[in-house]
């Protein structure tokens, strides 16, 4: 396969690959798509992606017309290497879709979970109040009074960081609801 028939072929197919990026919308991601050996660009969106494979390819044509033979070989076979990455994370961006819908589920069964858990603390924490006051009502050594008004105290400290947590907890819920 000659020089010109090669740029040819990694023409048509950076063009294929950018008609195919082109029907995806370019969200940013939070996580790396690909290894920092394979691209320079450290981008969170594909269109960064596919601006690099671009440049190495003006590269490559560069050095075609400068007649550098071991550049060539190198930038075609990383081109080819780059192309078809970005070809494969396409193809994925279906699923990555459905995944990022369940992580957004299971998020959200997360925060319920906790809500249901931090009520049952609330709960527990009122319970153990009234039987601590129940028990200090019938208290008659002072010292056993203040031992157990200490506990209270101890109790409603812990009683109300519980409740500000409730709140947090349904503040989020909230939010996430009227995110979707």
Known sequence: MGIQNLLSALEKQISILEKDLALLS???????????????????????????IRQNMEQLKICVSD??????????????IQIEAL??????????KQEDKFEHRSQERDLYQRLAEHQDYERRLIAMIDDRELQLSRQIALTNQHKLQREIAALAGRLARCRQALMRIEKSIEKQENSD
């Not at 007649?67 to 080819?80: D, G, N, P, S, T």
């Open 26 to 52: 370019d969200i940013p991601f939070s996580t790396a798509r690909f290894d920092q050996a394979l691209f320079h660009h450290n981008s969170n969106k594909l269109s960064g992606y596919m601006q690099e």
């Open 67 to 80: 007649y550098r033979i071991e550049q060539v070989k190198f930038l075609a076979e990383r081109l080819v």
């Open 87 to 96: 070809k494969r994370e396409i193809s994925t961006q279906a699923l990555r």
